[in-house]
């Protein structure tokens, strides 16, 4: 298995509502990545996982709350988005920290 | 942090040869890649230098210059599907035994017309 999976490809949800996205790598890989990105703009960098612990969190509001379950799952949960948070969320996964990722399909959320 | 610079757009013809540059500015430089992506698609990984000189993958090849913060990604015999924008992504270290960052440019979008 040689690509990162991302569910569901689309969400709309409320302002009051709770969901969470879903990525899923079987490549052994032991960083793990959520980016965010806005319609004709380069991918944001949001939290990086390496050995399942979060290494990185550049910043971002709380209402984004990752999760790293195991090494092949990372999760990121997701309760009272503005609208402004509508955008692309791409998950990444590299061997390590050092190396080039790889990319999910994606999740295209839309706060309404 | 990091300052990265490419063209908004290009055009090229169909079995010509294009260059994409990215010009970075960086203060702990290691590493720099270039990634596709395609419009609604996620990016995939193209290529890496981080040592000076030409890289070669098939019809793409990717050329660094630390010394001189500039980075070309040189596209040959351009086809249809290459239309896509092409990410300069730069990795940097900001400090001695700190985290590595990658940042990604605005990218350069390509269209290749027949």
């Known amino acids: 298995d040689t690509e990162v999976t991302q569910t569901p490809k689309h969400l709309v949800m409320g302002m009051t509502n709770k969901k969470s996205l879903k990525c899923e790598q079987h490549m052994g890989h032991r960083a793990m990545y959520w980016y965010k990105q806005k319609a004709k703009k380069p991918p944001e960098l949001m939290f990086v996982?390496?050995?399942?612990?979060?290494?990185i969190n550049e910043s971002v509001p709380s209402r984004f709350s990752p999760e790293c379950p195991n090494s092949s799952l990372l999760n990121l949960h997701l309760h009272a988005l503005q609208p402004e948070d509508s955008a692309l969320y791409l998950c990444?996964?590299?061997?390590?920290?050092?190396?080039?990722?790889?990319f999910g399909p994606g999740t295209r959320l839309t706060v309404l | 942090g990091q300052n990265i610079d490419q063209p908004t757009e290009m055009t090229a013809t169909e079995g010509a040869i294009v260059q994409i540059n990215c010009t970075y500015q960086?203060?702990?430089?290691?590493?720099l890649f270039w990634y596709q992506q395609h419009a609604g698609e996620a990016p995939t990984f193209l290529s890496y230098n981080v040592l000076d000189g030409l890289e070669e993958k098939g019809r793409f090849s990717s050329f660094l210059s630390r010394s001189k913060g500039y980075s070309y990604l040189l596209l040959k015999e351009l086809q249809m599907k290459d239309s896509a924008s092409y990410l300069c992504a730069v990795r940097d270290r900001p400090y001695s035994g700190g985290y590595q960052k990658v940042t990604f440019g605005t990218g350069t979008k390509l269209q290749v017309i027949p």
């Open positions: 960086t203060s702990g430089f290691n590493g």
């Open positions: 990444a996964s590299s061997p390590g920290l050092d190396n080039e990722q790889f």
């Open positions: 996982y390496s050995y399942e612990k979060l290494s």
